[in-house]
Structures are given as structure tokens and as C-alpha cells.
């Protein structure tokens, strides 16, 4: 199973920027898809972005126009880059590698979680 690892959290005001990562174990290319979740205190695990085998991008709604998933195929690395951040962006982000998609939506469970990197944005 893909190990992941990742990285680029903290704290930040409202309106900041910041970049996540997640570097897997070993190459993964254009084989897997990719998605970041988070997770908020009290709340539910939600979608947050996914970067198909495809290359095609999805967003969460919450997100769009202000967060872009990339990825990295040489570094075996995907990145969100996150803009215009808002309190409610606060949470445990997470990266899973390998889901699957049904339709639009995707499903982790087939796939491998990283440990998790916290971003907590400041009003």
C-alpha cells in the first residue's frame, strides 16, 4: 500500500495563502487518483478537491475559485494550494491516493490516507 506523507500546514489570518503536500512512497504517475479531504472538530470528514488519472480536476463547492490541486508526477507529490483562506477552511486536511470514482463522486476507501496536516485560519 502507498505510503503518504504530508506536509505545509499551520496557522494563518484570514485571506492568507498556503500550500499543501503530500508526497507518496513510491511512483505513482498518472496511475491513481488523488483527493484531499478534511475534517473540522465536530464534523464530518468532507471532499475537498481530487485530481483525476484523467488530469481532469475536481473541486468541492466551498472551495472553488479559491483552492487548485496539482500534481507532481517526477516527485510523486500532489499539492493544494489554498487562497484567500476563511475560518471555516480550519480543519485536518488529509490526502488519499488510489479511490475510486463513481460518477462525480469519489470514494477513499479503496485507497491510502495520509497522517493528516492541520490549517487553522485566524479571523
Known amino acids: 500500500q502507498v505510503q503518504l506523507v504530508e506536509s505545509g500546514g499551520g496557522l494563518v489570518q484570514t485571506g492568507g495563502s498556503l500550500t499543501l503536500s503530500c508526497a507518496a512512497s513510491e511512483r505513482t504517475g498518472s496511475r491513481y487518483n488523488w483527493a484531499w479531504f478534511r475534517q473540522a472538530p465536530g464534523k464530518e470528514r468532507e471532499f475537498v478537491a481530487a485530481?483525476?488519472?484523467?488530469?481532469?480536476?475536481q473541486y468541492a463547492d466551498s472551495v472553488k475559485g479559491r483552492f487548485t490541486i496539482s500534481r507532481d508526477n517526477a516527485k510523486n507529490t500532489v499539492y493544494l494550494r489554498m487562497n484567500s483562506l476563511k475560518p471555516e477552511d480550519t480543519a485536518l486536511y488529509s490526502c488519499?491516493?488510489?479511490?475510486?470514482?463513481?460518477?462525480?463522486?469519489?470514494?477513499?476507501?479503496?485507497?491510502?490516507w495520509g497522517q493528516g496536516t492541520q490549517v487553522t485560519v485566524s479571523s
Open positions: 485530481f483525476r488519472r484523467s488530469g481532469r480536476k
Open positions: 488519499n491516493v488510489g479511490g475510486r470514482f463513481w460518477a462525480e463522486q469519489y470514494d477513499p476507501d479503496f485507497g491510502s
